[in-house]
């Protein structure tokens, strides 16, 4: 079941978000100070591309004050927008009865554009 949800996800949209994610990683880590957060769109992309079958974790070493700061510079700097995006489509696709899985997956890419920093993908 989770290769039919991420096959259609793939086909009606998923692998656009994931070239975009992909995009802005390789251009974030052009610069030096980018890398980390080029680390975690690059994170980001990666649940895009194949979310269905996978989850996030945040781990318990994640409560430092480095990732509060790097979580909030995040936030700060754009973190939001993708987060309202992503916000967005998961309450358009969640509107009918058969885009609700998919609805899914965009809230559960808004709580890892809240804050990537801390943050593992698993499979399940």
């Not at 086909?11 to 890398?35: K, Q």
């Not at 269905?52 to 974790?57: L, Q």
């Amino acid at each position: 079941m989770n290769f039919l949800g991420n096959l259609v996800w793939l086909i009606f949209g998923g692998i656009i978000i994931a070239i975009e994610y992909f995009i802005g990683s390789l251009l974030l880590m052009v610069t030096i100070v980018g890398i980390p957060f080029g680390v975690q769109t690059l994170k980001m992309g990666a649940l895009a591309l194949w979310p269905f079958g996978r989850d996030t974790h945040v781990h318990s070493r994640a409560s430092g004050c480095l990732y509060i700061l790097m979580n909030l510079l995040w936030l700060l700097c754009g973190g939001i927008w993708i987060a309202l995006t992503h916000a967005f489509f998961g309450l358009l696709l969640c509107i009918t009865i058969i885009g609700i899985p998919f609805g899914l997956q965009h809230f559960k890419l808004t709580a890892v554009a809240l804050n990537p920093f801390g943050r593992d993908i698993v499979n399940i």
